[in-house]
């Protein structure tokens, strides 16, 4: 099992664009999160996902910030436009149902500039 | 509401040295609390978990839940444990799982 996939694992772009993250999960997990990680805030969640369906963005920081889970095997992360304060790594998660831990891809670092 | 709380950013400690990375937290209800860590060019992984109270790499924590802390502790630092340590809280039963501000750790030969 390759465990969680992330692409890219670098992203260079300039203010204003677009950008799309992607994400597989676990196959068999249920729950999909994306987290934020800066040197200020840490690991900031924002948003999560169970079987599909968006259970909590109170994280997503602002309506540029859109996410998508359109099958079990795949979800985005999508910033339009981008600002420099976006960057960041940005990680995706996945764990099955129940009290179990969360298993982590290896981060995409986004430069905004 | 939820959160979690590291007070340290940085903690510096001489290989052998006793090391305590302190972890707070608010939540009203039965929390479960773990412990994360990231290793250089690794991927954040799960370090031990309070329901499971066992010891992982020489590493504690206790879940004390009237000082609301659950501080990783171990006796002697080794060189291979300089990582970043994270703090994460998660509700009983739900899916919704923070993380605190995490805690960088090196040990100095």
């Known amino acids: 099992d390759a465990g969680v996939i992330q692409s890219p694992r670098h992203e260079v772009t300039e203010m204003g664009q677009e950008v799309t993250l992607r994400c597989k999960p676990i196959?068999?997990?249920?729950?999909l999160f994306w987290y934020r990680q800066t040197m200020m805030r840490g690991l900031e969640l924002l948003i999560y996902?169970?079987?599909?369906?968006?259970?909590?963005d109170s994280g997503m920081p602002e309506d540029r910030f859109s996410a998508k889970m359109p099958n079990a095997s795949f979800s985005t992360l999508k910033i339009q436009p981008s600002e420099p304060r976006d960057s960041a790594v940005y990680f995706c998660?996945?764990?099955?149902?129940?009290?179990?831990?969360?298993?982590f891809g290896s981060g995409t670092q986004l430069s905004v500039l | 509401a939820q959160r979690v709380t590291q007070p340290e950013k940085l903690l510096s400690v001489f290989k052998g040295a006793p090391v305590e990375l302190k972890c707070n937290y608010s939540?009203?209800?039965?929390?479960?609390l773990f412990w994360y860590v990231q290793y250089s060019r690794q991927r954040l992984q799960l370090l031990l978990r309070h329901i499971s109270r066992e010891s992982i790499k020489g590493f504690t924590a206790d879940l004390n839940k009237g000082e609301t802390s659950f501080h990783l502790k171990k006796p002697f630092a080794q060189e291979e444990d300089s990582a970043m340590y994270y703090c994460a809280l998660r509700g009983a039963g739900g899916f919704k799982t923070i993380f605190g501000a995490g805690t960088r750790l090196f040990v100095k030969a």
């Open positions: 996902f169970n079987n599909n369906v968006p259970i909590d």
């Open positions: 196959s068999g997990h249920n729950s």
């Open positions: 939540y009203s209800g039965s929390p479960e």
């Open positions: 998660a996945s764990s099955p149902d129940g009290p179990e831990k969360l298993f």
